[in-house]
């Protein structure tokens, strides 16, 4: 598994989203928060990191990456995620919550899919190996900012979208529509979490952050105001500094 790593620390293992790659936490990895050792892995079939047979469950995901903190010694983790890397992150936390000393959720949500969904998911999962990434990017690109974006933030999260291999963005698709609801799991979890959800996130909006908020013990809300799904992108200072202030809670 091919990750990158940041800063040094706390161990923060961060996941990323559909059909992304470790690069999409671009902004940290250049500039690590103060006081976390960033570990950002690509998932299996993304980026650097080889397919694998079969779809890709966010138990898979979670079973891979809970290797890669065995390979590098790393007995717990804050461990994290973007949107499907939040659900694989909630998976890690279901096989083995004594690796996970804490959660941060980033634009993403507990529910599993509708039925409605999962027809979706399987439909993209075909389009996507007849045709290639582009209609997928040409529907979701539009969904993952608010207005005002930078146009450079926007182009080289389109350029990743477009360089993932369609037989990993297939798997991970059908992946999504076999995950469980996590909510039993957050419910249990006595680690401390940070959900953080952009204002305007039409793709996991406040409503699905403050829904896992509520079943938590001790979670943190933040909705960063006037961005979308990929927060952390459109306003990073603001997302450090959410995060910093829920790091400098726990230390
Ligand atoms: C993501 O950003 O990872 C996806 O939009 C999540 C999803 O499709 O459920």
Known sequence: MFYRSAGSGRPLLLLHGFPFSSEIFWPWLEEPPAGVRLICPDLRGFGQSPMQPGPSTMEAF???TLKLLDQLAIPT???GGVSMGGYAAMALARLDPSRVSGLVLLDTQSSADDAEGKTRREAVAKDVESNGVAGLVSTMLPRLFAEGVS???RARVEAMMR???PEAVA???RGMGQREDSRDILARLDAPA???VGEHD???GPDKAKAMVDVMSNATLEVVAGVGHLAHLEAPA???QALTRWLSKLA
Do not use: W, Y
Request: no cysteine; proline share 4%.
């Open 163 to 165: 360089a993932q291999r």
């Open 194 to 196: 940070l959900v953080l």
């Open 62 to 64: 979670a079973s891979d």
């Open 151 to 153: 146009p450079q933030v």
């Open 202 to 204: 039409v793709v996991t």
């Open 171 to 173: 798997a991970a698709s």
């Open 77 to 79: 983790a804050l461990v």
């Open 238 to 240: 603001a997302v450090t």
